[in-house]
């Protein structure tokens, strides 16, 4: 057998099994003796969903400045040099996907993206960073109300969305976690009656971090109830926290604490609770709306708009609580 025939052959191993760490790994190797090195790094991706601590994937995915997954005993990263931030960078690859984006998450080598056909269906899209080639999708049955944006949790990522229950018209929630490699359906699957109507609704935020998943869930429109807060435990999906806030706009999460901006009315303020017990810490009153929320160490950075007619933003930081 030549060695083209080979790689062939593997190829189509490796296709029909996405889950076999060992024929990915042998579908790699293969590539990059015949020099399609990009595409081995591809094979190399899937094989790390299945096998991380293979010391061949290892090895192979060491050197690779934008993988964050298993590094051996030297761990990995979750930062990138960028060199020439301030000057336009080459273009790469590019890739149409539906007709609107609607969110983007980057992470172990691949890029999710939900987007949303001419028909406003809202749905989940997976390519390899390593070459721009699609992997995988995932299209949604239901009548999706409102979708998060993508969240990376190590090798899985989670979708999180609201969509209606055909048989009594009610909003529910639905988390489910996907491989980020090949898509393929992970024990995470919960589903929520949210006790709301059938309406328009919006996620103000969505995070992940130390194991939790947060969610701000709000009307969109004149619709009359109070936006809610929801955080589960990223591997059973348990519930840890649920809680309505009076004008929720915006919400940052760091693993430990989790701040909350609202704007209702007169009342508008800064909150920060511990997680997971949802105990309140502290708020701060506002003059103005915050519109972003990040968290840096000890510090929260709120975004807020300039009182005179003017399109620049300014931002204010907080001091935070010391991290105990």
Same mark, same amino acid.
């Given at each position: 057998?030549?060695?083209?025939?080979?790689?062939?052959?593997?190829?189509?191993?490796?296709?029909? /099994?996405?889950?076999?760490?060992?024929?990915?790994?042998?579908?790699?190797?293969?590539?990059?003796?015949?020099?399609?090195?990009?595409?081995?790094?591809?094979?190399?991706?899937?094989?790390?969903?299945?096998?991380?601590?293979?010391?061949?994937?290892?090895?192979?995915?060491?050197?690779?400045?934008?993988?964050?997954?298993? /590094?051996?005993?030297?761990?990995?990263?979750?930062?990138?040099?960028?060199?020439?931030?301030?000057?336009?960078?080459?273009?790469?690859?590019?890739?149409?996907?539906?007709?609107?984006?609607?969110?983007?998450?980057?992470? /172990?080598?691949?890029?999710?993206?939900?987007?949303?056909?001419?028909?406003?269906?809202?749905?989940?899209?997976?390519?390899?960073?390593?070459?721009?080639?699609?992997?995988?999708?995932?299209?949604?049955?239901?009548?999706?109300?409102?979708?998060?944006?993508?969240?990376?949790?190590?090798?899985?990522?989670?979708?999180?969305?609201?969509?209606?229950?055909?048989?009594?018209?009610?909003?529910?929630?639905?988390?489910?976690?996907?491989?980020?490699?090949?898509?393929?359906?992970?024990?995470?699957?919960?589903?929520?009656?949210?006790a709301l109507p059938p309406a328009?609704?919006?996620?103000?935020?969505?995070?992940?971090?130390?194991?939790?998943?947060?969610?701000?869930?709000?009307?969109?429109?004149?619709?009359?109830?109070?936006?809610?807060?929801?955080?589960f435990d990223v591997e059973t999906g348990k519930p840890?926290?649920?809680?309505?806030?009076?004008?929720?706009?915006?919400?940052?999460?760091?693993?430990?604490?989790?701040?909350?901006?609202?704007?209702?009315?007169?009342?508008?303020?800064?909150?920060?609770?511990?997680?997971?017990?949802?105990?309140?810490?502290?708020?701060?009153? /506002?003059?103005?709306?915050?519109?972003?929320?990040?968290?840096?160490?000890?510090?929260?950075?709120?975004?807020?708009?300039?009182?005179?007619?003017?399109?620049?933003?300014?931002?204010?930081?907080?001091?935070?609580?010391?991290?105990?």
């Open positions: 057998m030549t060695l083209d025939a080979e790689v062939r052959a593997l190829e189509r191993t490796a296709r029909a /099994r996405p889950d076999d760490g060992a024929a990915q790994v042998g579908l790699a190797a293969a590539l990059t003796r015949v020099g399609r090195r990009r595409e081995a790094l591809e094979a190399f991706i899937r094989a790390a969903a299945a096998e991380p601590g293979d010391p061949e994937i290892v090895q192979a995915l060491a050197k690779v400045e934008w993988w964050t997954g298993p /590094r051996g005993p030297g761990g990995g990263s979750r930062a990138l040099r960028v060199t020439g931030a301030q000057k336009l960078p080459s273009l790469t690859k590019a890739r149409k996907l539906g007709a609107t984006g609607l969110g983007l998450a980057v992470g /172990r080598g691949v890029v999710v993206a939900r987007v949303s056909d001419e028909k406003g269906e809202a749905h989940l899209e997976a390519l390899a960073l390593a070459t721009g080639r699609f992997l995988w999708t995932c299209q949604e049955k239901a009548t999706v109300l409102a979708a998060a944006p993508p969240l990376i949790a190590g090798d899985a990522v989670i979708d999180a969305v609201v969509f209606i229950e055909q048989e009594d018209k009610r909003a529910r929630l639905r988390l489910r976690a996907f491989s980020l490699a090949t898509g393929k359906l992970l024990p995470l699957n919960v589903e929520l009656d949210l328009p609704l919006a996620f103000e935020g969505a995070a992940v971090a130390a194991g939790c998943i947060v969610l701000g869930i709000v009307p969109s429109g004149k619709i009359d109830f109070q936006p809610l807060v929801k955080v840890l926290e649920s809680s309505t806030v009076r004008g929720l706009n915006e919400l940052a999460f760091d693993g430990d604490f989790l701040v909350l901006s609202a704007a209702k009315d007169a009342a508008r303020r800064i909150e920060a609770r511990r997680l997971p017990s949802g105990e309140r810490l502290w708020h701060a009153a /506002r003059d103005e709306r915050t519109q972003r929320l990040a968290i840096e160490g000890r510090t929260v950075v709120a975004a807020t708009p300039r009182r005179r007619s003017s399109p620049r933003r300014r931002t204010r930081s907080t001091p935070c609580l010391e991290m105990a």
